[in-house]
T-cell receptor
Framework: GAVVSQHPSRVICKSGTSVKIECRSLDFQATTMFWYRQFPKKSLMLMATSNEGSKATYEQGVEKDKFLINHASLTLSTLTVTSAHPEDSSFYIC???????????????FGPGTRLTVL | AQSVSQHNHHVILSEAASLELGCNYSYGGTVNLFWYVQYPGQHLQLLLKYFSGDPLVKGIKGFEAEFIKSKFSFNLRKPSVQWSDTAEYFCAVKNQGGKLIFGQGTELSVKP
């Protein structure tokens, strides 16, 4: 149980275009999902907390208009990188909590990540 | 600001060697502590976690970690590594706000 998927696994786009990344909880309902960014040889940096049915909470320094997050259902959150530029190239990872399982309530389950390359 | 520090960026070991990866955090409140592993091309997986109780926690694949509150440390250990343990290892702290703060990661390379 507690499987999180992401789509696509990798995407290459031209500078100035927008890219949407999906994060799905496959076998549980996630009221909260998280979006991270991972730079090469670096740690995961939390970008925002995505709450179902309400606005996302962004971390300091993360541009809300640049990284649009939508959490329209209990199993899907999307991250849209708008007007992407080469510096947005990175590995984007989502995670979700399963509030239904007492033993894992404080854990986050991670998706496999999406490699974004902006040319 | 809260932070997590992993001292070793890259560790190279031979099979059967013992492993200890350091992790220190700066946060004075109640913490939940985690070690995650990321195998090449795969997603993050939980190795073990500490919430309360016995400070020596055992995880999957023979890994264990010890929470030492006085040292703000949560070091990961394995008595005998295998080639399949080659991966990136991340220490993380969840603070009372519910956010996971990750260390910079340690790359482990195990030579067969």
């Amino acid at each position: 149980g507690a499987v999180v998927s992401q789509h696509p696994s990798r995407v290459i786009c031209k500078s100035g275009t927008s890219v949407k990344i999906e994060c799905r909880s496959l076998d549980f309902q996630a009221t909260t999902m998280f979006w991270y960014r991972q730079f090469p040889k670096k740690s995961l940096m939390l970008m925002a907390t995505s709450n179902e049915g309400s606005k996302a909470t962004y971390e300091q320094g993360v541009e809300k208009d640049k990284f649009l997050i939508n959490h329209a259902s209990l199993t899907l959150s999307t991250l849209t990188v708008t007007s992407a530029h080469p510096e947005d190239s990175s590995f984007y990872i989502c995670s979700a909590r399963d509030p239904g399982l007492a033993e894992t309530r404080n854990e986050q389950f991670f998706g496999p990540g999406t490699r974004l390359t902006v040319l | 600001a809260q932070s997590v520090s992993q001292h070793n960026h890259h560790v190279i070991l031979s099979e059967a060697a013992s492993l200890e990866l350091g992790c220190n955090y700066s946060y004075g409140g109640t913490v939940n502590l985690f070690w995650y592993v990321q195998y090449p091309g795969q997603h993050l997986q939980l190795l073990l976690k500490y919430f309360s109780g016995d400070p020596l926690v055992k995880g999957i694949k023979g890994f264990e970690a010890e929470f030492i509150k006085s040292k703000f440390s949560f070091n990961l250990r394995k008595p005998s590594v295998q080639w399949s343990d080659t991966a990136e290892y991340f220490c993380a702290v969840k603070n009372q706000g519910g956010k996971l703060i990750f260390g910079q990661g340690t790359e482990l390379s195990v030579k067969p």
